[in-house]
Every structure is written in structure tokens, then in C-alpha cells.
């Protein structure tokens, strides 16, 4: 049994959370496969929101196994912070959320670390969410990091001390912030034991064992691939591969494993922190786009930068990915909108291109607009696709000709209901 991936394929932020909670029921196990608490992922339903950082999307639907693979990396403190928020909640997660041995952990000077080089960078700052991702998986690739499984070891805090003097020296390097190490380090190993009551799993055999017995698996990824770090908008990108390609060292499975890839893509476009934007919206549009689609980081609260939705950018992560079906989130935001404007193509260079720069943060590029007719009228109640306003169906009708791959759902709010299904393809069928 092949395992499928859902991801986003803008800046982040694209929903992805909803549609996992939503195909959860037809997979056996959800597995997240990279990224750590900078992502957020927000759920609603039964009148309650949800916000997930760590623990994977599927955790709500009872009987659903969930796996935090190794190419995760953890924050015990904000880990802990989910599993209280579960048993606030009454879920019960008891031998449904396992975490691979080999997922590395996110220290206190990580943090520490980020915060300070963050910083320094003054006018400069790449949009780091604080939370010591970078630094964690310079370590993992420099091969000093700490794993889960590393805190069973009898030399564990021998050489937690020695990473942690590492950083403490690292840290010397930039202008002094406030940080209050000794309380974060408190409550890092308070949270540590939670950590480690939960199930341990080799996560490549657990994964493959489970693939050989026929189970049904969604790959779940985390920030947008436009983040993607080979092939984002770098250097404003994060720290680990964001596309496809990254399931296979993240959950540690063969390319060939590999079934359906539903992309994610809201129908417009938004990203968080600094780096370009081409289609980005200034002035009145948008902030009326922003305060419309409550556009403000699940996990910094920082206030979105918004645009009209950028078909060269899908076309590229479409490609990168292999995506097989599209979902399209938010249209509902745009209800109030008279004229929307689609991102066709890029002027730069003395030309026009469908195409993404080699350098997209130093090239000056004008993007080139079509304008389609807005629908002016709310989407509540709406569950047929064929009930949407005739101008609503001809937006998704653009974007689905323009990517040339088939839009299987559209979603119309936050909510689980509020999700239209268009047509019938793989895991939907």
C-alpha cells in the first residue's frame, strides 16, 4: 500500500491541518514528516479550534494511529503544551501517538541561539519564528544534535552539557537579549519525562512494517514548499525539505512508496516574515484580504502578507512535488471581493515568463494580471459544486485549467463541513 502526502504548496499557512483532519478516516496512520513547532496547524470543529504544532493532524479521529517521524524536530515544552491541551479536550491519544527514536530535540540555547542571531540580523531578519529550528538542524547535518532516543542513554546529560556549552559559547558572538535559561532549561526537562512516556518507535521499520501489511498512510507535512530549502524562496525559507522528496527521509521510505500527492493552495496567496512576494498586495485590498481571512501566524500571531494567487509559483511547486490533486481553501474569503486578480505570468528581465527566477529575491518582477468577476454573495450552506455562484465556479474552473491538475475539494471555511467535494480521484474515490 502506497503512502500518500498532503502538503502546502504556497508560502504556508494553506490549511493543510483541516484536510488532514478531514481524509484522516479513510488512512490508518498519519505521519509528519518534517518541520517542528514553527508550523501551525488549526482545526475547528464541534465549536472548538484547535492549534497543533508537533503532534499530527489525524490525533482527533479515534483509532487513528499518528507517528512524529525523524525528520521532525521536537520542543518537549511546546510538545507538552499539546498533549495538556489534548486532555483538556478529553482526546484520548494513549498508544496512538508515537514518536520516532530518532527525531532530534530542540534545546533551550537553541532557542537561545535563534533568538540572538535573529537579532543581530537588525533590517535583515529572514522572518525566523524564534523556535530554535534552524539552529537544531544545523546541528542534526553537523552532527552534534540530540535525538529522542539519545535521552535514554546514560551519557545523556553529559552530552546535553556539552551541546549546551557549544551554544552558550555561539551565543557570545552576538549582542546580548533577554533570555531566562535557567527557567526555560526548568521546564525543557519537566517536559522531557512527557516526552518520554509516550511510545518510541524505530520509525523507518515502523513505517515500511505497516506498508507491508497493507495500512493506509498520509504523509503530513508541515510549512509551504515555497519554504522548502533547496528550493524556496532562499535564504527566507526554513530548514528542511518541505516537498514531496522530503517524506522519504523524514519517514524513511523508498521513492517508490509514493501514491497520491494532494497539494494544498488557498485561493489566494499569503506568507509570514520577510522575502519576496510577487504578487503581494500593499494598501487597502491588502488589508481588507487580510482582516477577511483572519491572516495572523497560528504559532507567532504575526499579521500575514496577503495577494491575489500566483499561478507561475503553483505551476513551480506543482512540478516540484508531483502533485496529483489539487484542494483549493478560503474561496470564502473572497466573497466580498467585486474584481479578483489571478497571477499569470512575471515580467523581469526585459520579458515575459511563467517561469520563477533563478534569484527571485534580487529580481525586480512585475507580475501580469487577469481579473475575473467576483460572486459578491456568501458561500454558507453551500455542499454541491454545482450550487456555487456561476463566477465562483469559473475562478476554480481558471485555476484548475491554468495547473492542469484536477481540483478534488474545495473548501468554504474552517469547519470540518464546510468542504465541497468536486469530484471523485484516488483517495476521495
Not at 544534535?145 to 551541546?163: E, H, M, S
Not at 481558471?398 to 475539494?409: D, F, H, Q, R, S
Request: glycine content about 10%.
Amino acid at each position: 500500500m502506497a503512502v500518500d502526502v498532503i502538503l502546502g504548496l504556497q508560502w504556508g499557512d494553506e490549511g493543510k491541518g483541516k484536510i488532514v483532519d478531514y481524509l484522516a478516516t479513510k488512512y490508518d496512520i498519519v505521519a509528519r514528516f518534517q518541520g517542528g513547532p514553527n508550523a501551525g496547524h488549526t482545526l475547528k470543529f464541534d465549536g472548538k479550534k484547535f492549534v497543533l504544532h508537533t503532534v499530527p493532524s489525524g490525533i482527533f479521529r479515534p483509532n487513528l494511529i499518528n507517528v512524529i517521524g525523524n525528520g521532525v524536530v521536537i520542543d518537549p515544552i511546546t510538545l507538552k503544551k499539546e498533549i495538556d491541551n489534548l486532555d483538556d479536550a478529553n482526546v484520548n491519544y494513549e498508544g496512538r501517538l508515537l514518536v520516532s527514536r530518532k527525531a532530534h530535540l530542540i534545546l533551550p540555547t537553541h532557542r537561545y541561539l535563534d533568538a540572538a542571531s535573529e537579532a543581530a540580523k537588525g533590517s535583515e531578519k529572514i522572518g525566523s519564528t524564534l523556535k530554535g529550528i534552524g539552529p537544531t538542524y544545523m546541528d542534526k547535518t553537523g552532527r552534534n544534535g540530540i535525538r529522542v532516543g539519545d535521552t535514554f542513554a546514560p551519557d545523556f546529560k553529559t552530552n546535553y552539557d556539552k551541546l549546551r556549552a557549544k551554544h552558550l559559547g555561539l551565543v557570545k558572538l552576538f549582542p546580548e537579549i533577554e533570555f531566562d535559561l535557567e527557567a526555560e532549561e526548568a521546564k525543557w526537562f519537566s517536559s522531557l519525562e512527557t516526552l518520554k512516556a509516550l511510545p518510541m518507535v524505530d520509525g523507518e521499520y515502523y513505517i515500511n512494517d505497516a506498508i507491508n501489511a497493507g495500512k493506509k498512510i498520509l504523509a503530513e507535512g508541515a510549512q509551504g514548499s515555497m519554504l522548502d530549502i533547496d528550493f524556496g524562496t532562499y535564504p527566507y525559507v526554513t530548514s528542511s525539505n518541505t516537498v514531496t522528496a522530503g517524506v522519504c527521509n523524514g519517514l524513511g521510505i523508498a521513492p517508490s512508496q509514493i501514491g497520491e500527492v494532494i497539494g494544498i493552495t488557498k485561493a489566494y496567496c499569503t506568507r509570514v516574515g520577510g522575502g519576496p512576494f510577487p504578487t503581494e498586495l500593499d494598501g487597502e485590498v491588502g488589508e481588507f484580504l487580510r482582516q477577511e481571512g483572519g491572516e495572523f501566524g497560528a504559532t507567532t500571531g504575526r499579521p500575514r502578507r496577503c495577494g491575489w494567487i500566483d499561478l507561475p509559483q503553483l505551476k513551480y511547486t506543482i512540478m516540484l512535488n508531483g502533485v496529483t490533486q489539487l484542494v483549493l481553501t478560503k474561496i470564502d474569503i473572497l466573497n466580498k471581493f467585486e474584481s479578483i486578480g489571478v497571477g499569470t505570468a512575471y515580467q523581469y528581465n526585459g520579458e515575459t515568463s511563467d517561469r520563477l527566477p533563478y534569484d527571485i529575491c534580487t529580481v525586480d518582477i512585475d507580475p501580469v494580471y487577469e481579473n475575473h468577476k467576483g460572486w459578491m454573495s456568501s458561500l454558507e450552506d453551500i455542499t454541491n459544486f454545482d450550487d456555487l455562484p456561476t463566477e465562483a465556479k469559473a475562478y476554480v474552473h481558471t485555476i484548475e485549467t491554468a495547473l492542469k491538475v484536477p481540483i478534488t475539494m474545495v473548501s468554504t471555511g474552517p469547519e470540518r463541513k464546510k468542504l465541497i467535494l468536486k469530484e471523485a480521484s484516488g483517495v476521495l474515490s
